[in-house]
């Protein structure tokens, strides 16, 4: 094998296939496929990954590698293969779908460079920006006078040539070992030897008489009581040795974890591990649906599953929305299974996510649990895959490679020919189907644990009392409550959905409401830096004294956001101690975890927060849930909104009673009558699904059609509208008649960033053509998205963000 098929970090439609390079005799036998590799490319050195390798080229000239990055491949050939799934299933370039499935520290970073390529001095105009350097950075340059036209006709006359230089962010880390370098009998000898004076150092030879093991320096300079100085002769004599060791950074180290036993199940968790252990044991692909009511132990299930793997000598991936890896979660799967475990979630830093995910490539772990990408993980024997809150909507990523984690996970179950177990109370709609239609098994919890019963709810109508004359955003009952639980000293849980409730300022006399100058959206007021935000863009400003349209003082932030509900609360009820968590008061590390753990303790009466609380937490001590605003989530511009509220709905709601006392839920709303807000306090979740079934079906939503959606951007509104309309027509002549396509359409949000934006929706049930036309369409525009600024297409195949 000389030649390796290479994938270039140029994510490019002409660049999106392997290009031949050929395979250097150093090299030979380190070359293998997924392993990065650094390759000229054109005028430039970058990175690319082999993806295969081959003895022959159709091509006749092929340059060589430069250099290999690892020595171990860092994609395995499965994962190869996903990635080419993924690139498939998408459309999206194969390099972004094998970079979106490692680790952030594994990708590139190129500094661009200008290097001087003449003994000539200089045209003027050059000379002054380079200032007598033969090189520069390209950043400095970009800041200078000089256009891109002329730094163009620079290089063509050869006076300066544009270098790439490939880093690697990787970092790892060390700590130096110490260990002895000869036998006893030398030891014993070179004690002798030692000036008489030499306490210290016949200190640390005695240590090694005593114990052969090497021992990190630190901890030998620290028991021994000593210095640097006195182990520097030894280590110059030969008698012992130094050396780096890596050391992997544990983001739990410091926490110790009590371990758990597994229960003996329940008999609705005996008859719903029993068909996944029997697909286990034959090493079968099947997907599972377990509909568990909260609080019914589904969790519970998962971690003997997952021991039933292990015991196998298999693999296992859970995944957990963000939001719920809390440490509780991290507990209960530390706590079972130790340091078999490795966790991936967002509040790592880059460097730790980097070990954590070397402890699976380096099969020191058996399971990991994290949020989406932990998809990824570089398993090779993979024996189950768990996604707990299979409807959350942040196993479908947004941006770039545009994947959903349950398809992913589906695609690797196949692979490996082991089961997927798909978990929620309130399962996704397109889910439940396939499972009432028979493509999924369906598994079926229907009883809290303890024979706990669902806590009752009760549906406030707030237009009542505003008749009544209560303005506060606290009902009277609801206040009534928490009084009632601090007095018994329970527990509350208060939660607000931050959607829809932004604090955006308004002016009182005339109305004017202050948006974003780029952005089509009111700016968020963020009061502890006294600021305007935009949370679409970067812009921000600070908050005005004055209407800038009437000059009248009296503008006010309005909305209600945590903070002001944690005002309005401290005033109604000024004994109550309130925890609030939200994104301002979690920001900082740790910050989640010592919240929760006051709460825990009771060191407070209220939990007061955003979606952050509605999932995973298990505090026995909470007797009342109250929900704010009920319906703001209804009002989204979305097909999904009544799905995603009852969702939200069930989920907070499953926070009450969970352990010995009885739970309770006040819901407050606007409109009680709502089918999503009146199921979901019966906790009818088949009912739900019935009639938004019925609802789908009418205006042709999934899961009875599938959608497509472009959304086509430029800063010129015109431009937009006639690339939009162009597509329109084009998918309408090409597709069968079946196919609605609709459009075009502004986006919800009409402007982000000065681009404006507008879409194009295609429901359909059976279009094979599709991606065909789909990519004709990408070919088509492609030389005016490469431009900087220019315009921009995004197709979204399973579309979950409609704004
Ligand atoms: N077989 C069992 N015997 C005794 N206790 C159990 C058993 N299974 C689970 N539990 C306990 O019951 C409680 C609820 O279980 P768990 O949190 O697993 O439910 P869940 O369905 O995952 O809930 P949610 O979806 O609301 O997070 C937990 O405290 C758990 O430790
Ligand atoms: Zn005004
Ligand atoms: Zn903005």
Not at 489 to 515: I, P, S
Not at 623 to 643: H, I, K, Q
């Amino acid at each position: 094998m000389t030649i390796a098929k290479v994938i270039v970090d140029v994510p490019s439609q002409n660049t999106n296939r392997p290009f031949d390079y050929g395979i250097p005799p150093q090299f030979s036998g380190v070359v293998q496929p997924g392993v990065r590799v650094i390759i000229p490319f054109g005028p430039r050195k970058i990175m690319g990954y082999v993806v295969s390798l081959t003895d022959k080229s159709d091509f006749d000239k092929i340059k060589d590698i430069v250099d290999v990055l690892d020595i171990t491949p860092i994609l395995t050939t499965e994962l190869l293969q996903i990635g080419k799934w993924l690139s498939n299933q998408t459309l999206s370039f194969y390099i972004s779908c094998l970079q979106v499935m490692l680790p952030q520290v594994l990708k590139a970073k190129y500094r661009k460079e200008l290097w001087k390529t003449t003994e000539e001095a200089l045209p003027e105009e050059l000379a002054l920006v380079f200032a007598g350097r033969d090189v520069m950075d390209y950043e400095e340059f970009e800041q200078s006078e000089v256009t891109y036209q002329k730094l163009r006709k620079f290089v063509d006359e050869g006076w300066i040539d544009v270098h790439y230089e490939v880093k690697s962010r990787e970092t790892r880390r060390t700590t130096s070992m110490i260990e002895s370098n000869k036998d006893i009998i030398e030891l014993e000898e070179s004690l002798v030897d030692l000036p008489k004076q030499a306490n210290k150092q016949r200190v640390i030879v005695e240590h090694f008489l005593e114990y052969e093991q090497p021992v990190p320096k630190k901890q030998l300079l620290t028991t021994l009581n000593t210095t640097a100085a006195a182990l520097k002769p030894l280590i110059e004599k030969g008698i012992l040795r130094e050396y780096k060791q890596e050391i992997l950074r544990d983001p739990y180290g410091h926490r110790s974890f009590e371990r758990t036993q597994p229960f003996p199940l329940t008999a609705e968790q005996q008859t719903a591990i029993e068909p996944v252990l029997a697909t286990i044991e034959r090493k079968e692909h099947d997907v599972f649906l377990l509909h568990g009511v909260t609080g019914s132990g589904k969790t519970e299930v998962y971690l003997q599953s997952i021991q039933r793997v292990i015991d196998d000598e298999q693999e296992a991936i859970m995944l957990v929305p963000e939001i719920a890896l809390t440490p509780q979660m991290v507990e209960r799967f530390k706590g079972r299974f130790g340091s078999n475990v490795a966790v991936l979630h967002s509040a790592l830093s880059a460097g730790e996510k980097y070990d954590e995910w070397r402890k699976i490539q380096r099969k020191e772990v058996q399971v990991v649990v994290g949020a989406r990408s932990a998809i990824f993980a570089p398993f090779t024997n993979i024996g189950i895959i768990i996604i707990d809150e299979e409807h959350e909507s942040s196993y479908k990523q947004e941006d770039r490679t545009r994947y959903h984690a349950r398809d992913v996970a589906v695609e690797r179950g196949k692979i490996h020919s082991c089961p997927i177990i798909l978990g929620s109370a309130t399962p996704a709609l397109e889910t439940y189907a396939r499972a009432v239609k028979g493509n999924y098994h369906l598994l079926t919890l229907s009883k809290r644990m303890n024979d706990a019963t669902m806590p009752k709810a009760e549906l406030i109508d707030m237009r009542d009392e505003l008749h009544d004359g209560n303005r506060s955003m606290f009902s009277r009952v609801l206040k009534e409550k928490i009084e009632d639980r601090i007095a018994k000293g329970e527990q509350v849980v208060l939660f607000l959905n931050r959607r829809g409730y932004a604090t955006f300022v308004m002016c009182r006399d005339c109305g004017h409401v202050k948006e974003c100058p780029h952005c089509d959206i009111a700016l968020t007021y963020h009061r502890r830096q006294e600021r305007l935000k935009c949370h679409y863009c970067s812009h921000e400003e600070p908050m005005p004294n004055q209407c800038p349209e009437c000059e009248s003082k009296t503008i006010r932030y309005f909305g209600t956001g945590t903070q002001k509900v944690e005002e309005a609360l401290q005033q109604l009820i000024p004994e109550a101690r309130v925890i609030r968590m939200d994104v301002d008061t979690t920001r900082r590390k740790g910050a989640h975890e010592r919240l929760l753990n006051q709460f825990g303790e009771k060191q407070a009466d209220v939990l007061l927060g955003t979606q952050m609380i509605a999932k995973g937490l298990d505090f026995g001590n909470v007797t009342l849930v109250g929900v704010l605003a009920a319906d703001s989530l209804l009002n989204l511009p979305d097909f999904r909104a009544s799905e995603k509220t009852f969702q939200l709905l069930t989920q907070v709601s499953g926070r009450a009673g969970r352990h010995n006392l009885p739970g309770e839920v006040i819901v407050q709303t606007y409109t009680p009558e709502h089918y999503s807000i009146q199921l979901s306090s019966e906790y009818n979740y088949e009912a739900f699904f019935a009639e938004e079934m019925k609802l789908r079906k009418a205006f042709r939503y999934p899961p009875y059609y599938f959608l497509t959606l472009f959304t086509v951007s430029h800063p010129n509104q015109l431009k937009v509208q006639e690339v939009t309309q162009k597509i329109v027509q084009f998918m309408r002549q090409k597709l069968t008649d079946e196919a609605d396509v609709l459009g075009p359409t502004p986006s919800a949000l009409t402007r982000i960033n000065d681009r404006y934006r507008y879409q194009c929706m295609v429901k359909y049930k059976k279009e094979p053509e599709q991606r065909k036309l789909v990519q004709r369409i990408l070919h088509y525009y492609e030389d005016e998205m490469k431009q900087e600024n220019g315009l921009q297409i995004t197709v979204d195949f399973q579309p979950y963000q409609l704004m």
